[in-house]
């Protein structure tokens, strides 16, 4: 299944590798390494992640030591990703 991100995570993954370029420089391997182990997961089990209440058919994952959770929703044909939300910012979505 093909994975899709939406302009808003396009924008959140710009923060991710801000984060880890210039915040946490020592995390940055492992956390790139995180976010692609978890797509891989999610091409084989897309619905993996914990549904978000009130917020029909999107569902979040966290990306393994790594502050941030990856909100997305599964179609036919892909798993789109919503956000790429930083979780000490507050509720998803």
Do not use: C
């Not at 036919?76 to 990703?81: A, G, L």
Request: hydrophobic share 35%; net charge positive.
């Amino acid at each position: 299944m093909r994975i899709k991100y939406s302009e808003r995570a396009l924008r959140d993954s710009a923060w991710f590798r801000q984060y880890y370029g210039s915040v946490f420089p020592a995390g940055r391997e492992n956390a790139a390494q995180s976010l692609i182990n978890l797509q891989s997961l999610l091409k084989v089990h897309p619905y993996i992640g914990q549904r978000v209440p009130n917020m029909e058919s999107v569902r979040r994952m966290p990306i393994p030591k790594t502050p941030f959770v990856l909100i997305y929703r599964v179609t036919e044909t892909q798993i789109e990703v919503l956000r790429l939300r930083d979780s000490r910012q507050g509720r998803d979505g």
